[in-house]
C-alpha cells in the first residue's frame, strides 16, 4: 500500500525559521503560473498530480471548471482528472480561502506522477449551491488551463483533451456586451475615489467602474459582491481595469500595469465580461470617470 502524505507539514524556509504549508489541487485558471501570481500566491513548488475520485465539470453560464466528486458506485471511465499540486503556506492558503469563498475547502486524495498519493485541499461549491446547469467553458478559459497545464508539465493525453472539449468562442470585438453608451447629460464625471467609497456598506450602494463608465451594481448578493469587496480589500481600487485582469486573466490580452495601460479594445472586453457575469441587468450605469487608453 502507497504512503499517503499529509495535507499539512513544516518546510525551512531561512535556518531560523519553518512555515507550515498545505498542498492545495489547483483545477483551472490556478494551474496557471500567472493568475496564480497575480493573485499574491506565491507557491513553493508546483507539481502535476491526479485527483481520486473527482471530475471536472464544467458549469453555469460562462463554463466555470469543478471538482465534483464521483458517487461510490459511480465508474470514471472517461478520463483521468488532471490538475497542479501547489505546495503553499499558510499565508497563501488564507489568500485562497478569500478568493474561493463561495466554496468549501476540502480533503481529497491526490497522486503524483510518480506513484505517491498526499492529502490534498480542492475547492468544491456546497451541494445545495451547486449550479446543476452543464456549461460550456470559454475559449479564453481553456487557453488558460492548456497554458498552465503545459507549463507545469501535465500528461500531453490530459493537455489534448482539453483542447478537444467543446468551448464559446472568444468574443469579437463588435460584438461585446455592454452595459450601454455614456450620455453626458445624464451620466455626471465622478472620481475613483468617490466610486471606491460606494462600497455596498452601512446602506450605500456598491459601485465600480470599467471602461470609463460608473456602474451601481443591483440585486447585490454574495454571489454579486465578492469580486467588487475583493478588489477593494486586495488593491484599494474600484476599478475593474486594475483587478479584473489579474483574476480573469486572458493570453491574448495580457495584464495591463493599471487602468490607463488598457487597450480600447481590453477595457471593453472587461466590460463584456461583467455583463456576461451580472447579466444585462446586473448593473447600471450612473455616471463616468476620466479614462485614458493605452495606443494600439
Request: charge should be negative; hydrophobic fraction near 35%.
Amino acid at each position: 500500500m502507497m504512503e499517503i502524505c499529509s495535507t499539512n507539514g513544516t518546510s525551512s524556509v531561512d535556518n531560523e525559521s519553518t512555515t507550515t504549508f498545505e498542498y492545495y489541487f489547483a483545477i483551472a485558471s490556478m494551474m496557471n503560473p500567472t493568475s496564480i501570481q497575480k493573485r499574491g500566491i506565491k507557491p513553493l513548488k508546483s507539481q502535476p498530480a491526479i485527483l481520486l475520485d473527482y471530475k471536472l465539470v464544467f458549469f453555469g453560464s460562462m463554463g466555470y471548471a469543478e471538482a465534483i466528486p464521483c458517487p461510490p458506485d459511480e465508474e470514471v471511465t472517461s478520463s483521468e482528472f488532471h490538475g497542479v499540486v501547489h505546495t503553499v503556506t499558510q499565508h497563501d492558503m488564507n489568500i485562497l480561502n478569500e478568493i474561493e469563498h463561495l466554496y468549501i475547502p476540502t480533503k481529497a486524495i491526490a497522486q503524483l506522477y510518480d506513484g505517491t498519493k498526499i492529502s490534498v485541499i480542492v475547492y468544491c461549491r456546497p451541494p445545495e449551491k451547486q449550479d446543476t446547469t452543464k456549461g460550456i467553458p470559454q475559449e479564453r478559459y481553456l487557453d488558460i488551463m492548456i497554458e498552465g497545464a503545459i507549463h507545469y508539465g501535465v500528461k500531453p493525453e490530459y493537455i489534448e483533451s482539453l483542447k478537444k472539449l467543446e468551448k464559446e468562442p472568444r468574443p469579437k470585438a463588435n460584438v461585446f456586451l455592454s452595459f450601454g453608451p455614456l450620455v453626458p447629460d445624464k451620466h455626471p464625471i465622478m472620481t475613483l475615489e468617490d466610486v471606491f467609497n460606494q462600497d455596498g456598506q452601512d446602506g450605500r450602494p456598491l459601485c465600480a467602474t470599467v471602461n470609463g463608465k460608473v456602474l451601481q451594481i443591483q440585486d447585490p448578493t454574495p454571489e454579486r459582491i465578492g469580486l467588487f469587496r475583493n478588489m477593494r480589500k486586495m488593491l484599494r481600487t474600484a476599478a475593474l481595469e486594475d483587478f479584473l485582469p489579474k483574476v480573469i486573466y486572458d493570453p491574448m490580452y495580457g495584464i495591463p500595469n493599471n487602468r490607463n495601460d488598457c487597450t480600447r479594445e481590453h477595457a471593453a472586453y472587461l466590460e463584456h465580461l461583467v455583463v456576461k457575469r451580472l447579466g444585462q441587468n446586473g448593473a447600471i450605469v450612473i455616471g463616468s470617470v476620466e479614462q485614458t487608453y493605452k495606443e494600439t
